[in-house]
């Protein structure tokens, strides 16, 4: 692994150093100078710093790993009670995409307390084998118990990558095991692809969406990455059953927790955006809070909801839970309204994926255009009404 070097007899002005790094990296502390944890290694302080008061070096002493011994994709099963998350079916459409290039199994790991008939579905969507750990300790979610039932998975199996839904328990779970087996984990990717040796190409936006990073894990095994729901495809539920189930276990002393649930009280249910099937996205071009009513009345005519950009939450305009894009929500909606909205990457790549994407900005070089299916130009303020009127006189005419 490559690290920075600070050779402080080479260091002519500190201050001038602490200057040049645009990401806070560079400190002093009892008077030497110091790289600390918000590094991005973008080497920046070594090329225009002083030479050689910085310097960037590999890591020589770096094992290459045996990737022969690391075979298969596995996709960790995301469940509340057996009740399964779809974002599992859409990583193992993605599992057998990525496994196809490489002639390897697709795996599904399972954890919980009687989930031995609800493990028996995921067979009808063509993984190889799914591992099941059917244990009462296992009943609710608990970091520690899960992390060993997945070391244990991993170190019996030895699948090359795995797939996590970026879901509450996935977020929890799959860095605490990366950090338990000393691996690469890629957060939230939207794009994954699979080289010929073996190495997954994890792609995400990065640097505030402005690049998409191409992550790569090429000397550890087993690679990592998060994905979160609405992201990828999910295949089609098969009418047989393919593949089979093992049941695992594990002794009862490695699922011991010094964590004890004492009560769960269930949430009261809500719709949230990625389950609705219209959204009116309002975005900066929205010029008080006041304006939202508008678009809030476009999509209840819809029978959809109003969703938001970054912006308008920051602004406290609208709740966090309605915001689309990489920060906060990934949705796939079979009619997306987008209204003021620029086209940020980090928005785009929320909402990308949508059936039909209809764009409304007074720019006519708005990036959004790029991506929308539909685009109109023309102030939201004028067209909105419009087409709210033409919607209710098409109501009244049915």
Known sequence: ???????????????????????????????????????????????KGPKGAIEYVEDEDQ???????????AVYVDHIDGVIHPVTYELIGKAKELAAKINHPVYAVMMGENISAQSREILHYGVDKVFV????????????????VFEDFVNNIKPASILVGATPVGR????????????GLTADCTILEMNENTDLVQIRPAFGGNIMAQILCPNNRPQMAT????????????????????????????????????DIIPKAKEQFIEASDVLVVAGRGVKKQEDLALLQELADLLGGQLACTRPLYENGWIEAKRQVGLSGRTVRPKLIITCGVSGSIQFVAGMNNAEQIIAINKDENATIFKTAHY????????????LIEQIKDSKEAI
């Open 133 to 148: 750990y059917d244990d009462e300790k296992l009943s609710r979610f608990k970091i520690e118990p899960y992390t060993a």
């Open 227 to 262: 994905v979160r729901y609405k992201v990828m495809d999910a295949p089609k539920r098969n009418a047989n059953e393919s593949g089979e189930v093992i049941n695992c276990s594990l002794a009862s002393e490695l699922l011991d927790c010094n964590v004890e649930v004492l």
């Open 1 to 47: 692994m490559a690290k920075l070097v600070v050779n402080q007899n080479k260091v002519v002005s500190i201050n001038d150093l602490i200057k040049i790094c645009p990401f806070g990296a560079l400190e002093e502390s009892e008077g030497k100078l110091q790289i600390n944890a918000a590094c991005k290694m973008c080497k920046l302080c070594v090329k």
């Open 375 to 386: 685009g109109i130009v023309g102030d939201l303020y004028d067209i909105i009404p419009n």
């Open 63 to 73: 094992v290459e790993i045996d990737k022969s011994k690391w075979n298969g994709i």
């Open 172 to 183: 929890q779970l799959a860095p605490r095991f990366a950090a338990r087996v000393r691996t």
